[in-house]
Structures are given as structure tokens and as C-alpha cells.
């Protein structure tokens, strides 16, 4: 009975389709199709015209759009049916995993009188570009994010309705096209994140339609000719991250409708064009040599919104003629001076960034720039500002960034300050402030980075400060502070700094309860009595600063290998030496810079130790677990999965990974084998034996918030494509409601840290270590200019480096730069700038993590690997080091490792070449850093 009820209702489905494909009004070779491509689709419903993505006319008589963008569609044999839609305007399948557009496809449905747009965005396209000469009536053609590569020559010429081109992010190289139609209709040009070279082709201004030309990350050099103003129609012109030089053509200036140019990240030299920003809402042309004086109309355009110049030579005042519709003025590290232009009551209420850090401005910081009121980042750093800090700035109540460090300001701190609820980074350091620290200062609620080191504060640390709960680093070093060290907040984790105050007695015993924090600095006070036990329970603390105290007794064991003491200049402390106390790993130095948690600013002049608070502010160094350890945080019920998705094509890894052991195992701590500021990771033991690695990102973290777990998917998808062996690329993925696992190859060295400056140090050889060098330097060259979509990594250093064998690195972490949204932080990248000791000099200023960034932190770990040091000890980065010891070339072999370069003539030789290639690439310049293209070429003849 049962077996004829399931034959019934099977016979009744087909029964139906059939009826519904009889009532149907398509024609039937439009039926055909789609009967075909439900079987791609899974789609059950007779009537194509109520599936999703399809679109079909009134009456249902003929399909006129088909979108299955993000479906996971993959093969394309499918495409070739699609060509019996004869009445198809629009096909989008964007974001699947197509390989090839068959012959077929392009002969047959360039026949299709009204087909107009195509989107093939998001596939798996590569080689060359096919050439579409039938599609004469094709409008809108969209292949963006592929892997398509070569010239492109006369493979567009043939669409002759062109109207929207959008080629960006594939590996393009040659000239700029400009064969693109020969109707010359083509309104926007996407040409973005590929690797076209030579000039801006003078053909490109025939195209006098265009409104929106982007050729932005490109090999583009050359100087842009004037004839761009003939471009009468032009809205958006993006030319950043190339090699242009030249003037800034002053035609732009005459375009009414031009309403954004960008070209940061260039070497454009000369003036600012006078009236550039007539008509512009937005204006970049950061990081390139622009020169002289400011135009005096520059910022006066009624309709301006934003303007960036940082980082170029200007000089002189800023203009005093500023737009009310201005939300962003970015005018950092240049050379100009004079006072701060004037703020009127009701002036600039929209401006919500203000950065004029790292000039030569001077006087005092006017009181009316309490009137900005909806300002949320003010930062001024870096000048020669004078006078007191105006109260008015108290006015200031969406304040999140103050930074105002290293200027030269007087006068007590006022209490108004500390109504700012809203603030989460105070840095007034380095300045000439004196007074006691207020006990008012507890208002600052949110407060999570506060720094008042080297001024002339006095008196004790208010007890009220113990209820800042979510303060992350307290840098209070060089004052005059003295009496009881108050209970401090609990939640300190990046550095509690002490150092060179008037600080006596015992190290008090409240400090134990800062169970997180990574950096202590106690230094050049007059702190007594032995050294508590405490300390060396604290299992964060990488940094321990003890040095020139009154300490007496015996200098206990640290059980951290990973922590560093320092404890010269108490004489009465008893140092007992061991076999097992592993030497020094820099020559000792009496010094106190101390906070070893800074980042040098560029300039040789500045002390050691300079750095912007607001970058360590996420920048949690990794540490290992130890594994007899249980950490009851850790230990969670099975979560409930939303989805999980295999992104590896490879049917060893599809075959081995199972979803359900995964999640059972991450509930067990004891898998746990790393941690990092984002992430925690796992190792977890398949059914058939393999190992990978589980990573658990917080998706309830607020600097993860992407917008939906679809755009999350997304992204991984894109990198789960990338074939690098250098590189760990995720190969499945599982989201629950609160986080997100990724999954990867196991790596069963561990970091790279562990054998450079762990237990493991005498395992890695010179050969060894080159071999590292090689494959790092493989991997950021191909995530820098070998895939579709350029990757940058956020913290590149020996502990995201993982190691298969002892001469197969991998380099972890390249999901962050898709998955972190810096503006759910501090509304600036600088927040999650990587790990101290590696981040460059400029992000102090940029707030950008950039390609000559990363080339900075790959220079660190060659030095890491020459010399066998950290990137930090004892208060001093191994880059400022070795530049330093390197201007004397007869202390060149003292920078290298001993132990490696005297093993043979051949070792030390090679090790000398690399150390030149290293010096360049930790550069204090980024324009004088290679790229990593060119530094894998220059490891490659150092053999």
C-alpha cells in the first residue's frame, strides 16, 4: 500500500509539472532551457517564472532576466542553454565558481537582439580575456574579482553599445586598454587592482561619455596629461596607489560635474592646482610630494566634504576659509606652520575628523574648537603647539581620539576634560603639563587608552582611577608622581607603565589582580624589598621592567620562557645564574626608555620608545598554552551551527573534515594550542587521522561585524581560491550565532617565534632559515600582486608565521583584512596595526596598513632571522638596533647571529646580502621600501 501511495504521489508531481509546463506560456525552446537548468539549480517548481532570480514579462510569455549570483554554481556547459532565451536582456551570475565561458556562449547569445548586461563577477575565471565581438548591443559588462590575466587588446572593440566596463581586481598587465567600443559610448571605466603599466594613454580622453574613470592599484606611471579636463562629464576619478609623477593637471579643476579625485599613494610633485576643489566633495592626494603653499580657496568650496593631503611637503598656513560642509580634514605629516585657523560659533558643526598631526603649527589651541561640536577624532600630535589645554574642549561630548602628544603645552590638566563620556583614547604625552592628576578623571567611561607620560605631573594616582573598567594600557612613566600605587583597573591587558617617577616602598600586592596584562614597567623608582611572588604568576606578562630600584633579595625563576626581565641597577638584588636561564638576548643596556609596548615615530631624533597609543590598542601578542592547563572559559556546550561550507576543491581535505567532530573538540580547552588579540586556535583530530587547525573568530566582537554571515561566506570563498603553498588558506568554514570557525591545514612546527627565540632555537640552521625567508617572501609577493584581490595583512610577524617543516613557513592570518571592519573600533585602522616591534614608523601617523607597511614587518623577521633577536628586548626594537649598529660597517658582523654566521664563510657572506635587502625594507621611508615583488628577487640572488 505504501510502496503505491509513494508511485501516486510521484505520478501526481510529474503530473503537475507537466501541466504546469503545458499552461506555461513560454515558448518551448525557452521551457527547454530552463528545464536544463533546474537541474543546476535544484529547482523544483514546473514554473520558472516564479523561481528567484528569474524575471519574465507580464504575462509570463518570455524571460527577460535571470541573477543566480551567489549560488556556488560551478561548470559551465549550462551557460551554452542559456542562449536559447532569445528574448534574455540581463544575465547575472555572479559570485559562483565558473572556470571558462564556453565558445558557444559567446557566438550564440551575442545573437540575442535586446541581451544588454552581463555579470560574471566573482568566478574563477582565468587567462586571457575572450574576445565578446558578438555582443554588439552588451551595455554593461561586469567580470571583476576573476583571475584573468595577459594584454588586452581588441578583444572589447567589438561592443560597440559599451556603456559600463568593470575589469577590476584580476592580473591584467600591458598597456591600458583602450580599444573599448568602437562607438565611444562607454560612460565608466573599472580598471582597478590589476597590473597595467605604462602612461595614461591619450586615447582614453576620446571618450568623452565617461563619468566615472578608476585605474587606482595599477603599475601606471608617467605624468597624467592635461587633456583629462576634456573629460567634461566626469563625476569619479581615481588614480591612487600607482607610480604617477608629475603636476596634478589643472584641468581637473574646470570639470563642474567632478565630485571625487583620488590619488593618494602616488609621486605626484608642484603645487596644489588653484581651484582644484571647486567642485569636489572629496579630495585625496595623501602620500605623494606635493609642495609649497596651500591654494587660500582649497578648503572654501561650499560643497566639499573631505579632504586629505597628509603626507606630502606643504608648507605655510592652512588656509582660513573653511567649507561647513567639511566632515574630514586629514592635513598630517607636512611642514606646515603658523596657528590653528580660527572656529567660529556655528562653523564647521559637521566636522567630525580632524588631523593635523606631525607639522610645525604653533600657538595655542583655540578655545573655539569646543564650537565642533559633533568632532569625534581630534588629533594634533606632533607640533609645536604652546599655552594651557582650553577647558572648552570639554565641549567636545562625541570626542572619541584625543590625541595632543608631543606638543608643548603647560598648565594643569582641567577637570572639563573628563566629561567627555564618549572618549577611548587620551594621549596628551610628552608634553610640559603639570598639576595632579584629577580625581574627576573617572568620568572618562570608556575610556580604554590613557597616556600622561613624560610631563611634569606630581602628586599620588587618584584612587578614582581604579574604576576606568575598561582601560586597556595606563602610561604614566617620567612624571613626578610618588605615594600608594591606588588599585588599578582591573581589565589592563596591553601595559600598566610606572616608570621613572618617585614611586617607594614594596611593589604592592593589588597589582596580582591584573591577571591580563602583557607589560609592567616598574623602572627608575624606589621601589624596596625583595621581589614578590605574584609576578611570576602573572602567565601574560611578556615584559617585566624592574630595573634601577632599591629591590633587595634573591632575583627569583621565572616559569615564563617567553617573559623578559629586567632587573640591572639594583644593587642589592641577588642574581642566582643557572645553566637553564637562557642569555641575554640583547647586549644590557642602563637605560630606561622602558615601555617596550611603543613604536618608534619616523625620525632619528625622536627618543626611543615613540608611539601612538591607539596602535597597541588590539595588538595582543600571541602566546602558547600551556597544555596542562584548564582554562574554564573555555569549555562550551556544542553550538548550534547555522551553516557550515567546504571552500577547498580538494576531495582529501572534503573527505576528511567533519563539521560535527570539529565543534565537539573546540569545546574541550585542552586543543586549544594558540591565541592571538583575534582569535583562538585549536587543533582538531578527524575521523581518519588528520590534523588542521580550527580558528574561532568572535563574530559577537564589534571589530568582526561584517553585516550578515552571507558577506562573511563571501569573503572566504574569494580566499579559499588563492593556490599559494607559503600561504594558510581557510578550506571550510562554520558559523554559529555568535562566532565564526575557519579551518586549516595543520602546521605541526608551530610559529616561527617558538624556534627563533624559544627552547627550539638550535634546530633552525642558516638553511633553515633562508628557506623561511624564501617562502615568506613567495607568499606576501603573491598576496600582494598575484591575486585577484590584493590581500594586506594586519599583523605580519614571527608569531603568524607557522611552520609545516623547519623549512616550510605559512603565513597565517590573511582572513583579517577581509573580515575586520576597522570602523567598528576607533574609527581609524591604527587599532589593529599589527604586533610592537613590527609595525612601521608611519602608522603612528596614517592609520593605514599599506603594502610597504607589510615590507616593513617582513624586514623585521629577516633581521629576526640574522640575528636570532626579537623584535623587542628590553625597551629597544631590533630594527632601531640594527640600523643603528649598521652605520659603521665594521659592526656588521656583530649584528648577525654568532652562533650561525661562523659556521662557514659561505653562511655569513649570504647573511651580509641579506642584511642590506632587510635594512631596505625596514626603511623609515615607505617610498624608499622595495616592493615585495622586488625583495623575493633580491632574496633569490643572494644565494
Request: hydrophobic content about 40%; glycine content about 8%.
Amino acid at each position: 500500500m505504501s510502496r503505491y501511495a509513494h508511485g501516486s504521489s510521484l505520478f501526481f508531481f510529474f503530473f503537475l509539472f507537466f501541466i504546469s509546463m503545458v499552461l506555461c506560456q513560454l515558448p518551448q525552446n525557452q521551457k527547454n532551457a530552463m528545464e536544463k537548468l533546474s537541474t543546476v539549480l535544484n529547482e523544483t517548481n514546473p514554473n520558472p517564472c516564479s523561481w528567484k532570480g528569474v524575471t519574465c514579462t507580464e504575462s509570463n510569455s518570455s524571460i527577460t532576466h535571470l541573477s543566480f549570483s551567489g549560488l556556488s554554481l560551478s561548470g559551465s556547459d549550462f551557460l551554452v542553454d542559456l542562449c536559447q532565451i532569445d528574448t534574455l536582456q540581463s544575465l547575472d551570475l555572479s559570485n559562483n565558481h565558473l572556470n571558462s565561458i564556453p565558445d558557444e556562449f559567446i557566438r550564440d547569445c551575442g545573437e540575442i537582439i535586446g541581451f544588454n548586461m552581463l555579470n560574471f563577477s566573482k568566478n574563477m575565471f582565468s587567462g586571457f580575456l575572450p574576445a565578446l565581438h558578438g555582443f554588439v548591443r552588451l551595455q554593461f559588462l561586469d567580470l571583476s574579482f576573476n583571475l584573468l590575466s595577459g594584454n588586452i587588446g581588441f578583444q572589447l572593440d567589438g561592443l560597440v553599445g559599451l556603456r559600463s566596463l568593470n575589469l577590476s581586481n584580476n592580473q591584467f598587465n600591458g598597456p591600458v586598454p583602450t580599444h573599448l567600443g568602437k562607438s565611444l559610448f562607454l560612460e565608466e571605466l573599472q580598471l582597478s587592482v590589476n597590473g597595467f603599466q605604462g602612461r595614461i594613454p591619450e586615447e582614453l580622453m576620446n571618450y568623452r561619455n565617461l563619468t566615472l574613470l578608476d585605474l587606482s592599484r595599477n603599475q601606471i606611471s608617467g605624468s597624467v596629461t592635461d587633456r583629462i579636463g576634456e573629460l567634461s562629464k566626469l563625476k569619479t576619478l581615481l588614480l591612487s596607489s600607482n607610480n604617477l609623477s608629475g603636476q596634478v593637471p589643472e584641468s581637473l579643476s574646470k570639470i563642474e560635474t567632478l565630485s571625487r579625485f583620488g590619488a593618494y599613494e602616488n609621486g605626484f610633485t608642484g603645487n596644489v592646482p588653484l581651484g582644484i576643489s571647486r567642485y569636489l566633495k572629496y579630495l585625496d592626494l595623501s602620500y605623494n610630494k606635493l609642495s609649497g603653499l596651500m591654494p587660500s580657496d582649497l578648503l572654501s568650496s561650499p560643497n566639499l566634504e573631505s579632504v586629505d593631503l597628509s603626507y606630502n611637503l606643504l608648507e605655510g598656513p592652512i588656509p582660513v576659509n573653511i567649507s561647513q560642509s567639511l566632515f574630514r580634514l586629514r592635513l598630517g605629516s607636512n611642514s606646515l606652520n603658523n596657528s590653528l585657523p580660527f572656529v567660529a560659533d556655528g562653523m564647521l558643526l559637521k566636522l567630525i575628523y580632524l588631523e593635523l598631526d606631525n607639522n610645525s603649527l604653533s600657538g595655542e589651541i583655540p578655545r573655539e574648537l569646543g564650537n565642533c561640536q559633533n568632532l569625534q577624532l581630534l588629533n594634533l600630535a606632533q607640533n609645536q603647539l604652546s599655552g594651557p589645554l582650553p577647558k572648552e574642549l570639554g565641549n567636545l561630548l562625541r570626542l572619541q581620539v584625543m590625541k595632543l602628544q608631543s606638543n608643548q603645552l603647560t598648565g594643569e590638566i582641567p577637570d572639563q576634560l573628563f566629561r567627555l563620556q564618549n572618549l577611548l583614547i587620551l594621549n596628551i604625552s610628552r608634553n610640559s603639563l603639570s598639576g595632579s592628576i584629577p580625581p574627576a578623571i573617572s568620568g572618562l567611561l570608556k575610556l580604554s587608552i590613557l597616556n600622561l607620560q613624560d610631563n611634569k605631573l606630581n602628586g599620588t594616582i587618584p584612587d578614582s582611577i581604579g574604576s576606568l573598567n575598561l582601560l586597556l594600557e595606563l602610561q604614566l612613566g617620567n612624571n613626578n608622581l610618588s605615594g600608594k600605587i591606588p588599585m588599578m583597573p582591573p581589565k589592563l591587558q596591553i601595559s600598566l607603565n610606572l616608570s621613572r617617577n618617585d614611586f617607594d616602598g614594596h611593589i604592592p600586592e593589588t597589582l596580582s589582580r591584573l591577571s591580563a596584562l602583557e607589560v609592567l614597567d616598574l623602572s627608575n623608582n624606589r621601589f624596596s624589598g625583595e621581589i614578590p611572588k605574584f609576578l611570576n604568576q602573572m602567565g601574560s606578562l611578556t615584559l617585566l621592567l624592574l630595573s634601577n630600584n632599591q629591590l633587595s633579595g634573591t632575583r627569583p625563576k621565572f616559569q615564563n620562557p617567553w617573559l623578559i626581565v629586567d632587573t640591572d641597577g639594583n644593587k642589592d638584588l641577588i642574581t642566582i645564574s643557572t645553566n637553564s636561564t637562557p642569555p641575554p638576548i640583547l647586549p644590557k643596556k642602563r637605560h630606561s626608555s622602558a615601555v617596550v609596548v611603543v613604536v618608534a615615530v619616523a625620525g632619528a631624533a625622536l627618543a626611543v620608545g615613540v608611539i601612538t597609543v591607539i596602535l597597541l590598542l588590539v595588538s595582543k601578542r600571541v602566546y602558547r598554552v600551556n597544555d596542562g592547563s584548564q582554562h574554564s572559559g573555555e569549555e562550551f556546550p556544542l553550538r548550534q551551527v547555522i551553516s557550515g561550507h567546504l571552500i577547498t576543491p580538494s576531495s582529501i581535505h572534503r573527505g576528511n573534515i567533519d563539521f560535527n567532530i570539529a565543534m565537539e573538540a573546540i569545546g574541550n580547552s585542552a586543543n586549544i594550542m594558540l591565541k592571538t588579540r583575534f582569535c583562538t586556535y585549536y587543533k582538531v583530530d578527524m575521523a581518519s587521522g588528520t590534523s588542521y587547525y580550527v580558528k574561532k573568530l568572535n563574530w559577537s566582537d564589534k571589530i568582526f561585524q561584517l553585516g550578515s554571515h552571507d558577506r562573511f561566506g563571501q569573503e572566504l570563498e574569494v580566499l579559499g581560491k588563492l593556490r599559494n603553498s607559503s600561504i594558510m588558506i581557510p578550506l571550510a568554514y562554520v558559523l554559529t550565532a555568535d562566532n565564526a570557525y575557519l579551518f586549516y591545514e595543520y602546521a605541526q612546527k608551530g610559529a616561527l617565534f617558538d624556534f627563533l627565540h624559544g627552547s627550539l632555537r638550535s634546530d633552525l640552521d642558516w638553511t633553515s632559515r633562508y628557506s623561511i625567508a624564501i617562502g615568506v617572501a613567495q607568499g606576501l609577493a603573491f598576496l600582494h600582486g598575484c591575486t585577484s584581490d590584493p590581500v594586506i595583512l594586519f599583523d605580519l610577524s614571527a608569531k603568524s608565521i607557522l611552520l609545516k617543516s623547519l623549512k616550510e613557513p605559512l603565513i597565517g592570518d590573511i582572513e583579517l583584512c577581509k573580515v575586520i571592519d576597522p570602523s567598528k573600533s576607533t574609527g581609524s585602522l591604527s587599532a589593529i596595526a599589527g604586533t610592537v616591534g613590527y609595525i612601521p614608523p608611519e602608522y603612528a601617523y596614517t592609520m593605514r596598513v599599506t603594502m610597504p607597511g607589510n615590507v616593513y614587518s617582513f624586514g623585521v623577521i629577516l633581521l629576526e632571522l640574522l640575528t636570532g633577536k626579537p623584535a623587542v628586548s628590553e625597551g629597544r626594537e631590533l630594527a632601531k638596533w640594527v640600523v643603528s649598529n649598521s652605520m659603521q660597517h665594521d659592526n656588521l658582523d656583530r649584528i648577525l647571529d654568532s652562533s650561525i654566521s661562523k659556521r662557514s664563510l659561505g653562511a655569513r657572506s649570504q647573511m651580509l646580502s641579506i642584511l642590506r635587502v632587510a635594512l631596505s625594507c625596514v626603511s623609515v621611508s615607505p617610498e624608499a621600501r622595495p616592493k615585495a615583488k622586488d625583495v623575493l628577487s633580491m632574496l633569490l640572488n643572494s644565494r
